[in-house]
C-alpha cells in the first residue's frame, strides 16, 4: 500500500455551538490540514497522485473558509465548526474531487487548530482499497 500527503494552511474564526468554555465565544486558528491518499497502485509516470493536483485541491477547498467566519458556511452553518467535523468535511470533499488514473481513496485527514492540538478523521475503507 502506497501512501502520500499534502498540507495547507487557512486562517479563519469560528465559534463552538452547545460548548461551554472560552470556544463557545467568537475566536480565530491558522487551521493546517493534511490530507493523506493510499493506494495499491501506481501510474504510469510511477506516482499515486500528484502533489500538484493534491495541493491545488486542498487549497480549493479551504478557499471558502480562508479568512471568513465558519459557522456562516454551509454546511458549518448547521454542523458544529469543530476540528472533527472539519477533519470529516475536508475527507468528504477530497473524496468526491479526486479524478485520478489509478484507484485511490482519502486515508485520513487531520486538521490542527494549534501547534499541539489537532483532530483526525479516517473513513471507513472502501472496497476498491481491498
Known amino acids: 500500500m502506497y501512501e502520500v500527503a499534502v498540507e495547507h494552511t487557512f486562517a ?12 463557545e465565544n467568537v475566536h480565530g486558528h491558522n487551521y493546517r490540514v ?7 497502485t501506481l501510474d504510469k509516470t510511477g506516482m499515486l497522485a500528484d502533489f500538484t493536483e493534491m495541493k491545488r485541491l486542498l487549497r480549493a477547498l479551504s478557499e471558502p473558509l480562508d479568512h ?12 458544529n465548526p469543530t476540528a472533527e467535523n472539519m477533519a470529516w468535511y475536508f475527507c468528504t470533499k ?7 488514473d ?5 486515508a485520513e485527514v487531520k486538521v490542527w487548530e494549534t501547534d ?3 483532530a483526525t478523521y479516517r473513513p471507513p475503507s472502501t472496497p476498491a482499497s481491498k
Open 68 to 79: 471568513f467566519f465558519i459557522n456562516d458556511i454551509p454546511p458549518f452553518d448547521e454542523l
Open 102 to 106: 489509478v484507484p485511490v481513496e482519502v
Open 94 to 100: 477530497m473524496q468526491e474531487n479526486l479524478k485520478l
Open 34 to 40: 493534511q490530507v493523506t491518499l493510499r493506494g495499491e
Open 116 to 118: 499541539i492540538q489537532s
Open 12 to 23: 479563519a474564526g469560528h465559534a463552538l455551538r452547545n460548548y461551554r468554555g472560552k470556544c
